[in-house]
């Protein structure tokens, strides 16, 4: 692995200068086609991994390789009853749910699947399009699908989609600043905001070696930006049965369905484009050219993407719900504070490059030993509230052993945890009792 220094960019943007408009419906309507596909091998996937990790048969069984599941939920949310309710906002009830569906295939548009191919005679790249802020361009979109979701809930009026669309839009915005915090320290190491060449700044290395804690914050923002176990609060069945989709039905469900694992696959292609590489072939396969180019970037794009789609089933076949307050304690007390100490570190790291000729070994070594550094003293600090806890709750259970339910002159009755204090009275009858059989 050649190291270099990371003052000066030394890679190149995707080139589009032989784009024409044909090559861009052509790459349109693949992404569209492409997306659909892989929600429907997702649901495959999905139905027999759970199956199988929980051990139960399920779709494992119903035609061969359990396929003959995916089309019987197709043909039924086709045919479906169309329901809308009395007093629904008929014309928002039905544009959240393609608001939703319009902005989870748009965000792959910037997505680069691999590098510049010859279709038809013309170099162009495999990517619609880029630009020089196309990360933030991710961002806004994902936060755009957010309206489909409470317009969904607040058009039905009706009580549980509100209440999961109001859930909905506290968790995204919640554990989207923890995520642009997290990628912002991968546009410092870039020096780009453009998706390409992001990409292309991980040919020697991947970003998520260097920017481990960052890779890990987006790994949990990303789940809980999608509304997944153990994150999938706005759609908890126990206490809102399907959230803002509960008053849907037929191909409006569907749109929102379709959306949730579209947007499944979009945090899976921007992990992969910004800490894994991109299309770039792993290691060792990417010191021969043949494998580390050309149509087989689309290849190791695939295959990493579903590395994260597997690792988000995972999660939901083996881990519980959180409780709400916890979900929210999690991206408010811990994501954020933390992603923000790392993205200070960085920040001040890079600064230092520019002075002074870092090798990419000293710059994770420094970085790491800082945030190492760190983490004792927040551990510490928090042994130390540990232990003043301790003391506390040992003292209430000391004044809890020593109640007196007369010390006020008059009864009062025990408190959970308290236990009356043993009567004089049964003592006394006890001790009747004792005479008299010793009399006897």
């Known amino acids: ?162 209440y999961g669309a109001v859930r909905s839009s506290a968790q995204v915005i919640s554990y989207e600043l923890s995520m642009g915090m997290s990628l912002v320290a991968v546009f410092l190491m870039a020096g780009s905001m453009s998706t390409s060449q992001i990409v292309a700044s991980q040919a020697q290395t991947w970003w998520f070696l260097p920017l481990a804690p960052a890779f890990v914050i987006y790994l949990i923002s990303m789940v809980g930006e999608v509304n997944r176990l153990p994150f999938d609060l706005p759609e908890a069945e126990g206490e809102l049965v399907a959230g803002h989709m509960t008053e849907y039905s037929s191909m409006k469900f569907g749109w929102f369905y379709l959306s949730e694992y579209v947007n499944m696959f979009n945090v899976s292609a921007v992990a992969t484009t910004m800490f894994f590489g991109g299309w770039h072939a792993p290691w060792p396969l990417s010191h021969i050219e043949f494998l580390n180019g050309g149509w087989f970037g689309i290849l190791w794009f695939f ?34 504070p933390i992603s923000l100490a790392w993205l200070v570190m960085v920040a001040i790291i890079r600064a230092i490059t520019q002075w002074v000729s870092l090798t990419l070994p000293q710059l994770i070594g420094g970085v790491a030993g800082i945030f190492v550094i760190a983490l004792i003293v927040m551990w510490f600090a928090d042994s130390r509230d540990a232990r003043k806890e301790a003391l506390a709750q040992a003292e209430k259970q000391e004044r809890l052993a020593n109640f007196d339910p007369m010390a006020d002159g008059f009864p009062v009755p025990p408190l959970p945890g308290q236990q009356l204090p043993p009567s004089p009275r049964a003592n006394r009858v006890v001790t009747a009792a004792a005479l008299e059989e010793t009399n006897d």
């Open 1 to 162: 692995m050649n190291l270099i220094p990371l003052d000066v960019p030394t890679y190149t943007a995707a080139d589009f200068t032989q784009e024409t408009w044909w090559l861009t419906v052509l790459k349109a309507v693949f992404i569209i086609v492409f997306l659909i596909l892989n929600v429907l091998l997702a649901l495959w996937v999905e139905r027999r991994t759970i199956g199988r990790m929980q051990t139960r048969p399920g779709p494992n069984v119903a035609g061969p390789f359990g396929l003959f599941q995916a089309i019987a939920d197709a043909v039924k949310l086709l045919f479906k009853e169309d329901m809308w309710t009395r007093k629904a906002d008929k014309f928002i009830y039905l544009l959240a749910p393609s608001i939703s569906a319009f902005a989870a295939f748009s965000i792959f548009a910037v997505i680069p699947m691999g590098p510049n191919v010859s279709i038809f005679g013309h170099s162009t790249p495999l990517q619609l399009a880029d630009m020089p802020v196309a990360a933030l361009y991710v961002l806004a979109i994902s936060s755009l699908g957010l309206y489909g979701i409470v317009l969904g809930g607040w058009s039905a009026s009706s009580t549980l989609p509100l």
């Open 303 to 336: 295959i990493k993407m579903w590395f994260f789609m597997l690792l988000m089933i995972w999660t939901r076949s083996t881990l519980l719900r959180f409780r709400y307050d916890q979900f929210m304690q999690l991206g408010w007390k811990r994501l954020i």
